[in-house]
């Protein structure tokens, strides 16, 4: 078993959907969780950043970090064809002094108009 | 504009060469990452270093090397002896100066072996 567990999709929506996306992940020592934006061919963009369980809004966009059940969720909220892209889960703990970011394998979005 | 710069965008290799791909930030962070990314694989960890002169294997580290001389610069040299290296490589750097931290990524570089 992956220690994050991620849908690969693709996941298809009409323009204004609100999307759910999603990671499961199997170490409880986790404490720090992101969630990257990934266009074609491009590096990752750091979305959101959440500590230790809980909400955090941002625009359209809210996180969810729910450790007792080891699961974090992305919404986005009036998607638009912008928000197509795939994306990542990352979570980190403190191990030996750093915090190595573990992925998942990101989750394809399509917003179609 | 402080970021991360990677470089060259698109790399090709011939059979039997080393390549080295640049990677540079001036966001002063401390910790610097390598990434391989392949189709359907996610983001697999090369190496990495949280101070200078110093580094650590991560999971797929074999066929790979890095330096660490300089806080600004972590280059990542695939030699010879890394059996499939066509992929995206993707360099990340953190600050590590509170509890925890995220990390912010380069554009890429696309390496191909002809």
């Known amino acids: 078993q992956k220690e994050v567990e991620q849908d690969p999709g693709p996941l298809s929506v009409p323009e204004g959907a609100i999307v759910s996306l999603n990671c499961t992940y199997s170490n409880s020592a986790f404490q720090y969780f992101m969630w990257y934006r990934q266009y074609s061919r491009k590096g990752p963009e750091l979305l959101m950043y959440t500590y230790s369980s809980g909400n955090k809004e941002d625009g359209r966009f809210t996180a969810q970090v729910d450790k007792s059940s080891k699961y974090i969720s992305l919404f986005i909220r009036d998607s638009q064809p912008s928000d197509s892209a795939t994306y990542l889960c990352?979570?980190?703990?403190?191990?030996?002094?750093?915090?190595?970011?573990?992925f998942g394998r990101g989750t394809s979005l399509i917003v179609h108009p | 504009d402080g970021g991360i710069t990677q470089s060259p965008k698109y790399l090709f290799r011939k059979e039997g060469q080393n390549v080295t791909l640049s990677c540079e930030q001036n966001l002063n962070h401390d910790a610097m990452y390598w990434y391989r990314q392949d189709p359907g694989q996610g983001l697999r960890l090369i190496y990495y270093s949280q101070i200078v002169n110093d580094f650590q294997k991560g999971d797929i580290a074999e066929g790979y090397s890095v330096s660490r001389e300089k806080k600004e610069s972590f280059p990542l040299t695939v030699t010879s002896a890394q059996k499939n290296p066509t992929a995206f490589y993707l360099c990340?750097?953190?600050?590590?100066?509170?509890?925890?931290?995220?990390?912010?990524f380069g554009q890429g570089t696309r390496l191909t072996v002809v």
């Open positions: 990340a750097s953190s600050s590590r100066d509170r509890d925890g931290d995220e990390a912010f």
């Open positions: 990352a979570m980190s703990h403190a191990s030996g002094g750093s915090y190595i970011p573990t």
